[in-house]
């Protein structure tokens, strides 16, 4: 009898010990007794699934493929349910975010786009208003002329593929035999002698300063209204298609984890750690990340753009004045049409009297084009301010995105950061967040990330943005650009520059779905967790077992020492 106390002791020691067991099977409450599933039935039916097929209470969780196998208030089919909600659900989340983008893409283009074709067109209807009566019949027979002008304005503008500075000599040259011949209706001027005098007009520059200066001027403007339009453009495209790549597989289950296995577990009102959110979206976005540098390159080079709007290449005053100073230029060489043709017969010779010219002397015009340069209703320095503000809140988009939608969407509120939702049970989240980008996600515990396989739908968008933004620099340096269709301008390989030689030289046993992912497919694992430390990654499944067999050992010890 002196050794029963000691038998006793491990007969205490082994109910202890299956207490414990008992406490984690039940999530943590140290009660065996099962708790209510009506706060979860509430919010299943609130998703528009019949509440019906809810456990009234919590039952055992080996049936579970994703969430932690401890005591649960889901059945397979709400696991399986709640797995295609998050997907659809998350997927909602990124697609406003990126119609916020779009929205504000869109309202600059439209706004740009407008104003500098509102400008144009007013030009030239104050031509076509003005012109005939201050002209006459120099105005008249060459109305083409000015429409032509004007509508080679737009084309390039629009993105033809038209040399600006070869349009306008051709105008100036264009307009200088025509006005020639009207100033001298009494001679007979061949083809020859025309040309003859176009040559010489180099020297005597019968249009003064006008067409250098426009040229100069104009070219620089319409380089960067049209460049800087096509980029918003291009940016909103980009947009667009990266907001059409699927899910992976992997990140569909890491999403659900985050979203609604605390309901599975009874923790309803208990919200996800952030650090754990973060790192569950940036394994999902890891691919989008990537466009952050060459998105940055972008905005800043619009940017940059912009501000040539003002100065010498401002907008306003070149493109909105072209009409006079097209009036100006033939203003000169009216002033100067005695001195021009001196010096045209100089050079060229006396050409013959035209005996069939009548004299229009009278129906010609003279006036000097009284400049009534009034300000936009809208300039484009509101313009601009304004732009330049929307362009500054997007820069950081995509790398800003994982806490945006953890901040605002998912664990909106404050948190408790020591008993959040940590994937597995209310707790601290241990892991450390990771990076921003595909690379930074080869040791994500939430998301299994193969990062030797970039996507190759986002690496053809970093290419557009790369040859966007070396046309805005061109641009912004005065030279003309082609702003031909860009989609031939990439090869469609994804070269792998995303993808650095250290981190693709190791061939990892991840894999990734690049496809959308079939929730109804999910395979069996048997409570596998994703978290960073040990404690994290061990489920409920793999503790009972050890547990139990831990009790029984002590039991069996216990008996036979008392029965010796």
């Not at 390989?493 to 250290?502: E, I, K, M, Y």
Request: hydrophobic share 35%; net charge neutral; glycine share 8%.
């Amino acid at each position: 009898m002196a050794f029963l106390p000691g038998g006793w002791w491990l007969l205490c020691l082994a109910a202890s010990a299956s207490s414990a067991s008992s406490a984690r099977t039940g999530g943590g409450e140290g009660t065996n007794k099962a708790r209510s599933c009506s706060e979860l039935r509430q919010l299943y039916g609130a998703k528009g699934f019949s509440p019906s097929g809810v456990p009234q209470a919590e039952i055992s969780g080996e049936h579970l493929r994703i969430c932690p196998q401890g005591y649960t208030c889901c059945t397979s089919e709400m696991e399986e349910n709640f797995a295609n909600k998050s997907k659809s659900e998350f997927e909602g989340m990124l697609k406003e975010a990126m119609r916020s983008v779009q929205v504000i893409l869109t309202a600059q283009y439209k706004n740009f786009d407008g104003y500098f074709q509102d400008l144009l067109n007013k030009s030239e209807k104050a031509l076509y208003e003005t012109f005939p009566n201050m002209y006459g019949d120099l105005y008249l027979q060459n109305v083409k002329l000015f429409k032509d002008l004007y509508s080679e304005l737009r084309r390039y503008y629009r993105g033809s593929n038209i040399n600006l500075e070869e349009a306008l000599n051709e105008f100036w040259t264009r307009l200088l035999e025509r006005l020639f011949k009207l100033m001298n209706p009494q001679y007979h001027l061949p083809d020859e002698y025309v040309d003859c005098m176009v040559k010489h007009s180099e020297q005597h520059k019968p249009f003064g300063e006008v067409p250098r200066d426009l040229k100069l001027k104009a070219t620089r403007a319409f380089i960067a209204v049209r460049s800087f339009v096509q980029g918003l453009g291009v940016g909103n495209d980009v947009v667009r298609k990266v907001s059409q790549v699927p899910l992976s597989q992997y990140c569909s289950r890491a999403i659900m984890k985050l979203m609604y296995c605390a309901h599975c577990r009874g923790m309803s009102n208990v919200k996800p750690c952030n650090s754990y959110c973060r790192n569950v979206l940036k394994g999902c976005v890891a691919n989008q990340a990537d466009l952050d540098p060459e998105w940055k390159n972008l905005i800043d080079a619009l940017l940059m753009v912009a501000d040539r709007f003002d100065g010498p290449s401002n907008v306003d005053i070149v493109i909105g004045t072209i009409h006079t100073r097209l009036a100006e230029a033939i203003s000169n060489m009216q002033e100067n049409r005695d001195s021009i043709t001196a010096k045209t017969f100089q050079g060229c010779g006396n050409p013959k009297i035209n005996p069939k010219a009548s004299n229009i002397e009278d129906k010609k015009k003279r006036g000097k084009y009284v400049s009534e340069d009034k300000p936009s209703q809208l300039s484009s320095e509101k313009l601009v301010s304004d732009a330049k503000g929307k362009l500054r809140d997007i820069r950081d988009f995509w790398v800003a995105l994982p806490t945006t939608l953890c901040n605002e969407k998912i664990s909106s509120g404050s948190v408790n950061e020591d008993k959040c939702w940590n994937g597995m049970t209310k707790s601290k989240y241990l892991p450390d967040v990771m990076g921003d980008g595909l690379a930074s996600q080869i040791n994500n515990p939430e998301v299994d990330v193969d990062v030797t396989k970039p996507d190759m739908t986002i690496r053809q968008q970093i290419m557009q943005l790369k040859i966007m933004t070396s046309r805005l620099r061109n641009a912004y340096n005065g030279n003309d650009v082609d702003f031909q269709d860009t989609s031939d301008d990439i090869s469609g390989s994804g070269s792998g520059d995303g993808c650095p030689d250290d981190v693709c030289g190791k061939r990892l046993s991840k894999t990734i779905s690049t496809g959308l992912p079939e929730i109804h497919a999910m395979p069996k694992q048997s409570g596998q967790g994703v978290g960073g430390s040990s404690s994290h990654n061990s489920s409920n499944s793999i503790l009972r077992p050890s547990s139990f067999l831990l009790s029984l050992t002590l039991a069996v010890a216990a008996m036979q020492y008392l029965w010796r």
